[in-house]
């Protein structure tokens, strides 16, 4: 049992433009930290282009399974890993949405920086993805569980680091006055957070794969 080349060739472009997008957004958030608003709008700007090429690369694949993957239960995880990895990217896109309604250099520093380490956080876990759906292409399924390891290990750092978020966010309160925009804020940064629990999702069906493409490889040469 394998993915199809025909297949894998798209499902790593797929990951791959869904880790360009994460990494514009976060380099958008980084360029508003250090007030280049120009280079921000540009990071944005390609993080919409990586997301719309990503859902038509989607859609490209889910229209070819039903012909090119012929057995049933691989054709389903394959669907579900694309569900599952498009919904961490529209967690990241939501998030994107926000910078266009609140005034994000006004916010506190340290909640600044407390949205730079989920956005880092979201990079690390779909780079992370990538390189494991590479492996699984390769047959290397122990490095492939090893990063699926990895990338629940970023999620429970993404828990972690919207814990201290929101109490920041609590501290600061008073400073930020408004209380539209702290309901904002919250739902930007779990957005964030949201995005690191569907890499999480992902990752398990990554596992999943790779402990069927082993078994039936052992299942060949016996």
Known sequence: MSIPPTISDKLLEYFSRIE?????????????NNLDLGNAYKSLAN?????????????????????????????????????????????????????????YLEIPQEIKN??????????????????????????????VLKLCEEVEKIEEEADEAMHVARKNLIASGP?????????????????????TDYAEDVADILRILALKFERARKAIEA
């Open 114 to 143: 407390d949205i730079e380490t989920l956005s880092r956080l979201d990079v690390k876990a779909v780079k992370t993805l990538h390189e494991a759906i590479q492996n699984l292409v390769r047959g290397e399924t122990e490095s």
């Open 20 to 32: 360009k997008m994460a990494s514009s957004f976060m380099n958008a958030i980084n360029s508003l």
């Open 47 to 103: 993080s919409i282009k990586m997301d719309t090429e990503a859902d038509a690369l989607r859609r490209e694949i889910l229209e070819s399974l039903g012909s090119e993957v012929l057995d049933v239960s691989l054709r389903e995880d394959i669907s579900r890993l694309l569900r599952m990895l498009d919904k961490a990217s529209e967690w990241i896109k939501e998030a994107s949405r926000y910078l266009d309604i609140f005034p």
């Open 175 to 195: 400073k930020l006055g408004n209380i539209a925009l702290i309901i904002m804020l919250r739902d930007f940064i779990e957005a964030l957070e949201n995005a």
